[in-house]
C-alpha cells in the first residue's frame, strides 16, 4: 500500500534539482574549515541572520545542545518551556550533556510571558542554582506550530538583558513562522545569542541543521560539535542540499500553511473530533480524538488501514504535519478518510 505520510516535514526525500545540486557539489574536509560549500552555507546563513557567523551540524537536536553547552556550566539552570522540543524530545540532553537543570514553565501554545519567566529566574544565592539561559522554540510543534509573538520575544529580551542571562532559539522551523507572520529571520535572530535552525524540515533537505552567533559563540560550538561526535568531513554534499532549499524552498512554505489551514477547517466540522483553530498556524494540525471514545492507537491504526499515517501528541491527541510531498490532493483524501470513520 502507498502511504499518504503526514506525519512529519521530516519525512520528506530531496526533489531530482536538490540531488542534482548535492551530486555536483564541490568538496573538502570540513573539520579542516577546507568544505568550500560548507563554508558557502554558512556565510550566507550568518548574513541572513544578521550574525558574524554560522556552524553547519547534523540535527536541530545537535543544534541545541551544543548551544545549551555553550552559554552554561555544570550546575546552572536554564528556562524552557514545559512541551518544548529541549524539554520533551532530546532525551534529558542539557542534563547529560551540558550537566544543566532545566526549569519548565508552562506557556500558552507554547508562549512563555516575560512575567513568567521573571518569577522563574532564581534569586542568587549560593545554594540555588544560576539561572543561564532562556530557550525559546519558534514555531512551537507541540501547539501545532504556533507563532511565538514577536512582541513577547522582545520583552523576554529585555528582561534577559537586565538579568544577565543569555538567550537560545530553537528555530527548526523559523522558516515557517517568518512566512507566516511576514516578520524576516534577521529580525527574530536579532533577540538572541544563539540559534538553531534546520534545513531538514519543511525546507526539505536530507540532512543538516545549523548554528548561528557572535563569532566568539560559533568558535566555542565548533569545539562542543566535535566532543558530541558532529565533526564531518566531505559534508559539502549535504551543504549543497541546504543552498539548493534556501533558494527553493522557502516561499512554498506558505502552500503546507494553506494546505494546513484547510485540513484542520474541514475536519473542525466533525463533532467527534476537536481542534484549537487558534494554534493552527502554520504547516501542522493537532486533532483531539477524545469525542470518539478511542485511543490513538486504535485510531491511528484505522487511519492507517485507508492509507493515511500521523503521529500520537500528547494525552488524547494525533498530529498531522503538512509537507512538499503532501500534496493539496493527499490532503484532501485524508479528509475523505477521516469523514469516513468520524462524520
Request: with cysteine; aromatic share 6%; hydrophobic share 40%.
Amino acid at each position: 500500500m502507498k502511504y499518504i505520510d503526514l506525519r512529519s516535514d521530516t519525512v520528506t526525500k530531496p526533489s531530482i534539482g536538490m540531488l542534482k545540486a548535492m551530486v555536483g557539489a564541490d568538496v573538502g574536509d570540513d573539520v579542516y574549515g577546507e568544505d568550500p560549500t560548507v563554508n558557502k552555507l554558512q556565510k550566507r546563513i550568518a548574513k541572513m541572520f544578521g550574525k558574524e557567523d554560522a556552524l553547519f551540524v547534523p540535527s536541530g537536536t545537535m543544534g541545541n545542545e551544543v548551544c545549551i553547552k555553550v552559554h552554561t556550566h555544570p550546575g546552572d539552570e536554564i528556562i524552557v518551556e514545559q512541551d518544548s522540543h529541549i524539554f520533551v524530545y532530546e532525551t534529558a540532553g542539557p542534563s547529560l550533556l551540558a550537566g544543566v537543570q532545566m526549569n519548565p514553565i508552562a506557556g500558552k501554545s507554547g508562549n512563555m510571558t516575560a512575567e513568567q519567566i521573571k518569577r522563574a529566574i532564581r534569586p542568587k544565592a549560593y545554594y540555588l542554582p544560576t539561572t543561564k539561559l532562556i530557550c525559546i522554540e519558534n514555531t512551537h510543534g507541540r501547539s501545532a506550530g504556533s507563532i511565538i509573538p514577536i512582541d513577547e520575544i522582545k520583552n523576554i529580551h529585555a528582561l534577559a538583558a537586565e538579568e544577565n542571562i543569555r538567550m537560545h532559539l530553537d528555530g527548526a522551523r523559523l522558516w515557517n513562522a517568518s512566512v507566516a507572520s511576514g516578520i524576516s529571520v534577521k529580525k527574530y535572530a536579532q533577540y538572541f545569542d544563539s540559534i538553531s535552525v534546520c534545513f531538514s524540515k519543511g525546507l526539505g533537505a536530507p540532512i543538516g541543521s545549523i548554528i548561528i552567533g557572535s563569532s566568539d559563540i560559533v568558535e566555542q560550538a565548533r569545539v562542543y560539535r566535535k566532543v558530541f561526535g558532529g565533526g564531518m568531513r566531505q559534508v559539502g554534499i549535504l551543504a549543497a542540499a541546504a543552498l539548493y532549499a534556501l533558494d527553493n524552498n522557502i516561499d512554498r512554505l506558505n502552500e503546507d500553511h494553506q494546505k494546513a489551514s484547510y485540513f484542520a477547517t474541514e475536519l473542525s466540522t466533525l463533532r467527534k473530533l476537536s481542534i484549537n483553530m487558534d494554534e493552527v498556524q502554520t504547516n501542522m494540525v493537532i486533532i483531539d480524538i477524545h469525542p470518539t471514545g478511542k485511543t490513538q492507537k486504535e485510531v491511528l491504526k484505522l487511519l492507517k488501514s485507508k492509507g493515511i499515517l500521523l503521529t500520537p501528541e500528547r494525552n488524547t491527541s494525533i498530529r498531522a504535519v503538512m509537507h512538499m510531498n503532501a500534496s493539496l490532493l493527499h490532503v484532501k483524501e485524508a479528509v475523505k478518510v477521516f469523514k469516513s470513520f468520524f462524520k
